[in-house]
DNA sequence: TTGTACGCGTTATCAT
DNA sequence: ATGATAACGCGTACAA
């Protein structure tokens, strides 16, 4: 009658070959290794013995140990943003699937941050970096990021980045001059010919696709109203409260650079006395899940997000260092931009 | 003129030893350990070396020589999901402020999978296991999820549920009872007396706690019309239709157990010609994002959900084994439940 | 204060 | 096929 290790304990491999009764070499060949090179009944026992004590491998010593880890690390501005967490769910998927480990940090949209977080996160020593929604154009700390990420390949590892493109990387970006331009011309191709755009400050280089892409579809019209406010809901809100004061004219649709603007301005015109669809159109990019529960459901551009954050993780995978994917996007006319009878 | 370490070559605190020329156990002391017991001198040539290497400790080394991580393994039924993605926003920024590092694995709302995550993630060996969102009631997998957390206990590593009580684990609830019957009240003193309940299975004991905690509220009114569904949008947009077909009979206000139904739900009453907050009352329950921009804006129950996670890592850093936070929770009347005139 | 040497749990090399 | 044993990178007694 043996008692096995003292209660309390996490067994070891030590405990799982001891009750085996073969060596700690055996034990590791059956449970992870080249288990082929191992007898059929130790094989089994050892099995067993794992099974009866309840071990599992010390993911940090096999780490040291085979000098890699199975560790994956995701950076995202900011999780509960529906963009950032579809990617997420993504990349936690794909990495299930290829049996590796998500680690998640938040950037909360500030650069610095971002950096700091791409050095400590040196010390996980991962297989795999994604980060997703950086804001490095234009940044003072653009240089220094690239260089850490650089350490990580020269160290054996991947750097991917979801829709931040022209760097060294990896790259997984979706169409976002392309999208734009198709709704533009879908927009055209049902009656409307004067446009606004609520876009955010040109150093976001999302926004900034958008906006020229959008423009690029556009012809044979006038020059759209440009209001520059904030990526988000509030900006949104705020670039149509600003648009109803200054006046709407002859405005007769709103692109807003994404969803969430969309949203946060159709509420402001509703606030105004204004109803979205009928007295303005309104237009958002992204398709979040939203999109077709507000009302008028919203005219937008399908992402596929968490796609975004599979091919992130196919990318890494296939050890292409420096490949791109891009994701196609598809224009959703909805509610909220009516056919519009020519004058 | 040294040469350094090979390039290509991750450094390790060996070389910054060599380069600050110390041993690697001063190196080690100057940098994590007790700095107090290291001359001046050399406690600044060794930080000079580390930053002129740009050296990273190697955490899953750090780990096994300490005999402990610093690592929380957060697990979510859905990352895409906003409930889930606000929790984990909570988790990672409490985790920042405590120096952890998390990593997150997506339950996919399987017990079965649930089960074998927290199994594997013992290879972690984490500090620290949040659950979120589990629905461990009832299920075939409970018991040997209860085991199974109860090893990271006697591992050293504490347990925090969020939103699942009567575990011997530390918990952090929502008064769902509380909150439904608050908002029971509220539709009561507004002039509502007909009501039915888009609620999902039982075993879901969120669910059940919503819908109970609702009855406990309303008195002297007819029984509520219950309805059971998904517990997702799908789930209330399939209620609503059956409610639809079956004869809206005298229902004047329907309140589904989380708004993702209620949104459902409305998008439903609204493609069977009904107009939600006009022909029929709809409340929610957490207080979503989107419940202020859908129309009509969404009576809700309001939920601090990032603060929930918050208080799961305050409660796991606490050590206070199987401690309780309850979140208070508030009702937010809306537009889509509009004060009724008496009959 | 500093260095030597051992241990952490695992994998991998080398004999056997 | 199996068992010693040397790594892996770091922390930390212990000795100096």
Redesign the pocket.
Same mark, same amino acid.
């Given at each position: 009658m043996d008692d096995g290790p003292v209660a309390g304990? %996490? !067994? %070891? =491999?030590?405990?799982?070959?001891r009750e085996a009764? #073969? $060596?700690?070499? %055996?034990? $590791? &060949? /059956?449970?992870?290794? $080249?288990a &082929? *090179? #191992? &007898?059929a009944? *130790? =094989?089994t026992r050892v099995r067993a013995a794992a099974a009866k004590l309840n071990?599992? !491998?010390? =993911? $940090?010593?096999? /780490?040291?140990?085979?000098?890699s880890t199975m560790t994956v690390a995701l950076v995202v501005r900011d999780v509960a943003d529906p963009y950032f967490s579809s990617i997420a769910a993504g990349v936690t998927q794909a990495a299930r699937e290829a049996g590796l480990i998500v680690t998640m940090a938040v950037a909360d949209s500030s650069p610095e941050r971002e950096l700091e977080i791409v050095k400590t996160l040196r010390?996980q020593r991962p297989r795999i970096v994604i980060i997703a929604g950086s804001r490095i154009d234009g940044t003072p700390t653009r240089e220094s990021l690239i260089e850490e990420l650089q350490e990580y390949r020269t160290a054996g590892g991947q750097v991917v980045l979801v829709s931040q493109r022209d760097l060294p990387f990896g790259t997984v970006t979706i169409d976002n001059h392309g999208g734009s331009a198709a709704l533009a011309r879908a927009l055209l191709s049902i009656g409307y010919r004067r446009f606004a755009v609520f876009h955010a400050p040109p150093s976001l280089r999302t926004s900034r696709d958008r906006h020229e892409g959008f423009l690029s579809g556009l012809t044979g019209v006038p020059e759209p109203l440009a209001i520059e406010t904030g990526f988000t809901r509030a900006g949104g809100y705020d670039a149509a409260r600003r648009l109803v004061e200054r006046g709407l004219e002859d405005v007769e649709v709103v692109f807003a650079v994404n969803d969430v603007m969309a949203i946060g301005a159709m509420t402001a015109f509703r606030d105004a006395g204004l109803t979205p669809g009928t007295d303005i159109g309104v237009a958002g990019f992204d398709d979040i899940g939203s999109a077709v529960d507000v009302v008028p459901s919203l005219t937008s551009v399908a992402v596929p997000l968490r796609e975004a954050g599979v091919s992130a993780m196919r990318l890494a995978l296939s050890a292409d260092a420096e490949a791109t994917t891009r994701l196609p996007v598809s224009v959703v006319l909805r509610e909220s931009t009516p056919p519009r009878p020519p004058a």
């Open positions: 304990d %996490t !067994p %070891t =491999l030590h405990d799982v070959a009764g #073969v $060596s700690i070499a %055996t034990a $590791s &060949r /059956a449970l992870n290794g $080249s &082929r *090179n #191992v &007898r009944e *130790n =094989l071990y599992e !491998p010390h =993911l $940090s010593a096999q /780490a040291i140990a085979k000098g010390g």
